[in-house]
């Protein structure tokens, strides 16, 4: 087959065969696209948030901006970073990793992505419908009160969530099934690991947010007394169950990003990784934690004082499987002969952001802190500094670390740095100075403050731009890539895990002939 110039890109043409393929690197670069598009979509509006708040007073009417606040969260959480990097890079490297042919259920997946799109139309249809101000958190009782707007964005996030856990569902079985042999669970590579405590995540707590807007639904069409306290339901009911959910979702969104940064480190520190069964177990650490550490987000909600210390106390746990990962990296590139090419530059971004988005929770997970940051902008600079620093910079980095697997061309290197640069020195002047404002006491979700805070948000604004400048040179460099990129070889990196030994693009089967494997993924020596 190799030789036959035949690959999974070319060897069927025409739009139905991309529409109907059962392919899972198919099916990962429609999500590619997919996500892709909507996080433009959730990008404007993310400026249109920060052009509000260049200066104090008002540039759109405040009932908008509650908008652009709601679509801008919506899109970037349900259609961008929660399916992210396993829809894309999971469904396109999971079976490669491990020496399969396919997921297990290639029809699932192809599934999945119409759900993606379902929910996606309907997120988009709900502008037309007056559109949605609830925030993406959807919180009662504010989204008690009927508004088709709201209640369809609801429902969006109900079916989006299907696609979440049909890929959840598809990856735990192609873990357990379809390994070739000698792929011990010892021996699978790192982002594996971390694709399949993600996979655990998303089966588990993803039906609960699912069975909670549709309770919302119902108490807003039946008034069925769950949420409404007229009702005599319970308005931190619905907080309870939203973050039962959505506290692990954060790590649905961290896991599989930290999995690609165990896979750069080590290729680009040309190092065997260190402490493999630690970072391994510690995806696992970190999956188990998560559904116990909801109540941080209700400590000023209404709780009893036992309740909000122990999950002050489980809060402060994940910082333990969380600093076994970071200790490991730092091992790994210790005395390593590292190269800085840009996916390296972007896994070292990671680092960078994530510990300061890792330190900051930590504030946050203190009661007595909490008590002083809660509805700051403290907390939207940490979870911005967690979910979109930390995600976003690995998902950039593993795109482009596998760019030249995925579609047989190299990328321009130089301009893959500058678009790092930007996109980094961007990140933190955007949101730095959100930590300062928010212990200054900005509250969140308003479209005004006070003038004493302009400044900071003047800095703040720019360096949003700047963001968005960084992407539009991504966007080149992919374009570019795809279009005119010279021929990759099969190996660029020097890379030891099994999707490097095979050609790119890799054939529709993935192997010729099932591989068989005799020791760990990162043999260095
Ligand atoms: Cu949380």
Redesign the pocket.
């Known amino acids: 087959m190799s030789g036959s110039g035949k690959n999974y890109i070319n060897e069927a043409s025409g739009l139905m065969s991309w529409l109907t393929t059962r392919d899972h690197k198919r099916i990962g670069l429609l999500y590619f696209y997919s996500i892709a598009l909507f996080f433009l979509i959730g990008g404007i509006f993310a400026l249109l948030i920060r052009t509000e708040l260049f200066k104090s007073g008002l540039l759109f009417p405040p009932e908008m901006y509650n908008r652009f606040m709601t679509y801008h969260g919506i899109i970037m959480v349900f259609f961008v970073i929660v399916p992210g990097v396993p829809a894309i890079l999971g469904n396109i490297l999971l079976p490669l990793h491990i020496g399969a042919r396919d997921v297990a259920f290639p029809t699932v997946t192809l599934m999945s992505w119409y759900c993606y799109w379902l929910g996606a139309v309907l997120a988009v249809s709900t502008l037309f419908m007056g559109g949605a101000d609830t925030g993406w958190t959807f919180y009662t009782p504010y989204s008690i009160n009927f508004s088709a707007a709201n209640i369809t964005a609801a429902f969006a996030a109900f079916v989006a969530g299907f696609s979440s856990i049909l890929t959840g569902v598809n990856f735990v079985t192609t873990v357990h099934k379809l390994r070739c042999p000698g792929m011990t669970m010892k021996r699978i590579p790192l982002f594996v690991w971390s694709l399949y405590a993600t996979a655990i995540l998303q089966v588990l707590a993803t039906p609960v947010v699912g069975i909670t807007v549709a309770l919302l639904a119902m108490e807003n069409i039946f008034g069925i007394g769950v949420f409404d306290p007229e009702l005599g339901g319970d308005p931190v009911l619905f907080q309870h169950f939203f ?1 039962f959910y959505s ?1 692990p979702a ?1 790590y649905i969104m961290i896991l599989p990003a930290m999995g690609i940064i165990s896979e750069l480190i080590t290729t680009f520190s040309r190092k065997t990784i260190f402490g493999y069964t630690a970072i391994a177990y510690s995806s696992l650490g970190i999956a188990a934690v998560s559904f116990l ?2 109540g ?2 209700m400590y000023v909600s209404g709780q009893s004082e036992i309740a909000a210390l122990i999950f002050s106390v489980l809060t402060m746990l994940v910082g333990v499987p969380t600093a076994i990962k970071l200790f490991n990296w730092v091992a790994t590139m210790y005395k390593g002969s590292i190269q800085m090419q840009s996916p390296m530059l972007y896994a070292l971004g990671f680092m960078f952001i994530f510990t300061i988005g890792g330190v900051t929770g930590i504030f946050l997970s203190t009661i007595a802190t909490d008590v002083h940051f809660h509805d700051t902008y403290f907390v939207v600079a940490h979870f911005h500094y967690v979910m979109v620093g930390g995600t976003l910079m690995s998902i950039m980095g593993g795109a482009l670390y596998w760019f030249p697997k995925i579609t047989g061309k190299m990328f321009d290197e130089p301009m893959a740095r500058l678009s790092f640069v930007f996109i980094f020195v961007g990140f933190n002047v955007t949101f730095f100075p959100q930590f300062v404002l928010g212990a200054m006491g900005m509250p969140r979700r308003y479209a005004d403050y006070l003038p004493a805070f302009e400044s900071l948000n003047q800095i703040s604004t720019l360096g949003s731009y700047t963001i968005g400048f960084g992407f539009l040179i991504a966007l080149y460099v992919f374009v570019q890539g795809s279009l005119r990129g010279a021929k990759a070889p099969m190996n660029p990196w020097g890379a030891k895990t099994l999707e490097w030994t095979i050609p790119s693009p890799p054939p529709h089967e993935n192997f010729e002939t099932i591989p068989t494997v005799t020791a760990g993924p990162y043999e260095y020596r």
Do not use: D, G, K, T
């Open positions: 973050w506290h954060v550490v909801w941080h987000h």
